[in-house]
């Protein structure tokens, strides 16, 4: 299972109802450090097929959501689970330390 895309008007649905954990990515198209880290998340969405949903937002198409959750910079990540947001990350960050923090949140890899 690849990314999935998010927007304002699937955020309730897409996330907040979701079945399971939800990691978001808040990126844009012009971020640097947005790129080096989609690569790292398409394999993670692989790798945890099943056990956690990696969806991204993008914020210029959808800048209602991340308003709402106070994003301030980006890449901004933030964990879903039941509806509520459980953990954040901000910044870019190697694969094995998302892995490492999806795992420290719950997210069994």
Do not use: H
């Not at 056990?51 to 308003?67: F, G, H, R, W, Y």
């Amino acid at each position: 299972m690849s990314t999935v895309k998010v927007t304002d008007e699937s955020f309730e649905s897409d996330v907040l109802q979701a079945q399971g954990p939800v990691l978001v990515d808040f990126w844009a198209e012009w971020c640097g450090p947005c790129k080096q880290i989609a690569p790292a998340l398409e394999q993670i969405s692989e790798e945890l097929a099943g056990q956690v949903t990696i969806a991204k937002l993008n914020i210029e198409e959808s800048p209602t959501t991340p308003s709402r959750y106070g994003v301030r910079g980006i890449p901004t990540m933030m964990l879903f689970k039941g509806g509520q947001m459980a953990s954040m990350k901000v910044g870019a960050m190697p694969k094995q330390k998302i892995v490492e923090w999806l795992n420290e949140a719950g997210v069994s890899a």
